[in-house]
Nanobody
Framework: QLQFVESGGGLVQPGGSLRLSCAASGFTMDYYAIGWFRQAPGKEREGVSC????????VYADSVKGRFTISRDNARNTVYLQLNSLKPEDTAVYYC????????????????WGQGTQVTVSS
């Protein structure tokens, strides 16, 4: 009952853009830090970005800094990830997750996970 639903993935050419959405259901996201993760076939899951619960502090992996932007709209119970200047190495399933800790970090517990949305970057 407590989950995220991701959307917005798809097939895009290198250099293109996508906007991913993560809608929370069964809970109010206001007091959760929200992270975006991704996993490609045969590779480990990696943290991409995170936004804190109230301060709006954001964190990005070095590989996506300057290209991806995370934001949240608590009124709509939704978090977004804007993906610009996409590269083939960005191809992965992207997941959003929520942590009650409220602050961002990769070494914290994320209680609620979405099912993921596929992003494929190819010509």
């Amino acid at each position: 009952q407590l989950q995220f639903v991701e959307s917005g993935g798809g097939l895009v050419q290198p250099g293109g853009s996508l906007r991913l959405s993560c809608a929370a259901s069964g809970f109010t996201m206001d007091y959760y830090a929200i992270g975006w993760f991704r996993q490609a076939p045969g590779k480990e899951r990696e943290g991409v970005s995170c936004i804190s619960s109230t301060e709006g502090i954001t964190v990005y992996a070095d590989s996506v800094k300057g290209r991806f932007t995370i934001s949240r709209d608590n009124a709509r119970n939704t978090v977004y990830l804007q993906l610009n200047s996409l590269k083939p190495e960005d191809t992965a399933v992207y997941y959003c997750a929520a942590s009650l800790i409220g602050v961002c970090g990769w070494n914290i517990s994320y209680s609620y996970w979405g099912q993921g949305t596929q992003v494929t970057v190819s010509s």
